[in-house]
């Protein structure tokens, strides 16, 4: 099993980050007002757990005593996603709901009799993969149980099986995405899904979040690559995925993808697998204005010749991107881009993958001719060898007192700009002085992601509060003009705007599902399903 709790305790994504370079604490300064104090994170409280003796003992003979675990660092690890609200409350900031036990299973069977152990004991249940969500998905809420426990899946690690021919590869949830791929390699396979938490989430988290990778104008999201999923829940085990397509009515496998742990445990899931591509050719390009980039990119989508990683950022992405890399490279080129005439640069990275040199320079003409101002490889290289550095970037963020998060949507290009200009205005009237940064990350024909971070100075009085103001000020300005969420999914923090979305009947099918499936309301309480409805 691959440990991968502790880092440490998880109110950072790695054990240590290093600190903010100077330059750059000094523009966060400027721009947002930060002042020097910092307040000292306080080690959270752990209660104790309240899982009962009998069902400690019935879990134990299920997985055995030492996949029962309820010391502190255990739980403490376990204690909620990483969201920037999650890891404020680790570092001590308001409550943090800390699970009464682990358990680990190692066989989608042990999931199932944990299942059905936790619904005779009254116990719920949290799923948990990487514990990467950042909508609350793996807040340790016990709904009207006596105890809850987190199901860590880590022990779900094996490449079940490999169908060459078919390019299906069948793969337990509690793989890591970095594993799955080391598994994949010797077959010559990947699944091409890397969303900037790869280094930590999991196959069974990707398929319970619809979630999103960097390459997925090229690879699909995860819901695409999903030929099939073995669930466990409360009532008996349901598999879903016979054929590539079927009419046979409805498609239930996507009623378990996106499910968030409320119906089941994904204990399998069959993924469509691609060739690992020989070259991956990453290059940069500005354009003048996110309007007109905008443009590029809805063009490259609807002549479907998108780009496999296609990532456009704003006028202030852009600009934060250049402020914090600093130095003589970009004092140049801003210099550059003033000699040729670009009042608003906007950044445009581009990354094409092939079976051959020849193949992803072929793909990455179709971009000549669009007014792009190309800036060359190392630019896109640039990108790519730091696209997973944003989470640690976030914790150095974090210790200097910066309150920092993101929030994701979508929307038809015809709205792209209202539904911009809507969250930015809420987030500015929030947070006051503030940095709100947007990029398009995912491109579709019809229209596009829009993905904002937001940098502001911490209020040291009620961080968690400041934020949750802003959040909810930018979900009332999506509501009507785009989703909720893109790739995020719903959780606890969008579960509030569900309804709005998918209406009345929308939620009553769900809960009535997940009645069907899980009669005593074990599984993952308080999430997806608006409060009060399930
Ligand atoms: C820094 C950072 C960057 C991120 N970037 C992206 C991105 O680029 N694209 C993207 O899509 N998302 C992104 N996310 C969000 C998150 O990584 C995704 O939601 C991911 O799919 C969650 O996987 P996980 O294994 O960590 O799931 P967890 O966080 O453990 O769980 C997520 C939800 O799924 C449920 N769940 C987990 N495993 C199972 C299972 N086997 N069966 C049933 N339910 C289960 C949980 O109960 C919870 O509700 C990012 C998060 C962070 C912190």
Not at 58 to 84: K, N, T
Not at 433 to 445: F, K, L, P, R
Not at 504 to 528: C, E
Request: proline share 6%.
């Amino acid at each position: 099993m691959t440990e991968r709790i502790d880092h440490t305790l998880r109110d950072r994504w790695t054990p240590t980050t290093g600190p903010l370079p100077a330059h750059a604490l000094a523009w966060l300064r400027r721009r947002t007002g930060l002042a020097e104090a910092r307040t000292p994170a306080r080690t959270p409280e752990v209660p104790a757990s309240a899982l009962s003796d009998a069902a400690r003992t019935a879990l134990a003979a299920v997985v055995g005593p030492g996949f029962v675990r309820v010391d502190r660092d255990s739980r403490l690890g376990r204690a909620g996603g990483m969201s920037y609200v999650d890891l404020l409350r680790r570092r001590g900031e308001g409550g943090l709901a800390v699970p009464d036990a682990v358990v680990l299973p190692a066989t989608p069977e042990q999931v199932a009799d944990v299942l059905r152990t936790c619904a005779e004991h009254d116990v719920a249940v949290v799923p948990f993969g990487g514990g990467t969500s950042v909508v609350g998905g793996v807040a340790a809420l016990r709904g009207d149980k006596a105890a809850v426990l987190a199901l860590d899946l880590a022990r779900l690690d094996r490449l079940v099986s490999v169908d060459p021919v078919s390019r299906v590869a069948v793969l337990q949830a509690g793989l890591p995405a970095p594993e799955a791929e080391r598994l994949l390699a010797p077959h010559g396979l990947t699944t091409g899904h890397v969303p900037q938490s790869y280094e930590r989430a999991t196959i069974g988290g990707f398929a319970a979040t619809r979630s999103a990778g960097q390459a997925s104008s090229g690879y699909g999201r995860f819901e695409d690559m999903v030929e099939g999923v073995r669930l466990a829940t409360p009532v008996g085990e349901w598999r879903l995925g016979a054929a590539p397509a079927s009419a046979a009515g409805p498609d239930l496998k996507q009623l378990v993808i996106g499910s968030e742990g409320v119906l089941g445990v994904i204990t399998e899931v069959a993924v469509r697998v691609r060739p690992r591509p020989a070259v991956e050719r990453y290059e940069g390009f500005v354009v003048d204005g996110f309007a007109r980039g905008t443009e590029v990119v809805r063009a490259l989508a609807q002549r479907r010749v998108l780009a496999d990683v296609t990532r456009l950022s704003d006028e202030d992405e852009t600009e934060v991107t250049l402020a914090l890399a600093g130095g003589w490279k970009t004092a140049a080129l801003k210099a550059y881009l003033r000699a040729r005439g670009i009042a608003r640069p906007c950044l445009l990275v581009l990354g094409w993958h092939g079976a051959t040199e020849a193949e992803a320079r072929r793909r990455a003409r179709v971009v000549r001719g669009a007014g792009l101002v190309p800036l060359g490889r190392a630019l896109g290289e640039a990108w790519r060898h730091g696209r997973f550095n944003g989470p640690r970037q976030r914790d150095a963020l974090l210790d200097v007192g910066v309150c920092v998060e993101t929030l994701e949507t979508a929307t038809h290009w015809s709205r792209v700009a209202e539904l911009r200009s809507a969250v930015r205005r809420a987030l500015v009237d929030a947070l006051g002085d503030c940095v709100v940064m947007c990029h398009i990350s995912h491109a579709y024909e019809t229209g596009a992601s829009l993905y904002f971070t937001v940098l502001a100075a911490r209020d040291a009085g009620d961080p968690v509060g400041q934020w949750q103001v802003a959040k909810a000020a930018a979900c009332e300005a999506i509501g009507g003009l785009g989703t909720i969420s893109h790739h995020h999914a719903v959780g606890t923090d969008h579960a509030p705007y569900l309804e709005a979305e998918i209406g009345g009947p929308g939620v009553a099918v769900l809960a009535s599902v997940k009645r069907t499936l899980d009669p005593t309301g074990v599984l993952n309480p308080g999430k997806l399903i608006p409060r009060g409805l399930a």
